[in-house]
């Protein structure tokens, strides 16, 4: 199972940018999808998380700025980030929760990570 984000980038503060995250392989089912955030010397963060019948939450820090969803049928979740600032720089890791088989156990599986950089 191979997690391909993309997206990131360099923005003004203010600016907006959507990552997105497509999840691929052997695959029976993807169940809950997130996005996570880490920035050097801290532990990863739960940014935002959605699951298989689109239920969200949300980071304090973002509530009302980021937005995340999913096309279920192409298994890849999105988040749009609005208003961004200094202080959402990281790199940002796409997560997915997948059944290879119809009997097999659920994973988390990871993507690469994309750097979000906000400039003030």
């Known amino acids: 199972v191979q997690l391909a984000e993309s997206g990131g980038g360099l923005v003004q503060a203010g600016g907006s940018l959507r990552l997105s995250c497509a999840a691929s392989?052997?695959?029976?089912?993807?169940?809950?999808m997130y996005w996570y955030c880490q920035v050097p010397g801290k532990q990863r963060e739960l940014v935002a998380g959605?699951?298989?019948?689109?239920?969200?939450n949300y980071a304090d820090s973002v509530k009302g700025r980021f937005t995340i969803t999913r096309d279920g049928a192409k298994n890849t979740v999105f988040l749009q980030m609005n208003s961004l600032k200094p202080e959402d720089t990281a790199v940002y890791y796409c997560?997915?929760?997948?059944?290879?088989?119809?009997?097999?156990?659920?994973?988390?599986?990871w993507g690469q990570g994309t750097q979000v950089t906000v400039s003030s």
């Open positions: 997560a997915a929760d997948v059944r290879r088989t119809v009997v097999g156990p659920q994973y988390r599986y």
């Open positions: 392989g052997s695959i029976f089912s993807v169940n809950a």
């Open positions: 959605i699951t298989g019948d689109s239920r969200v």
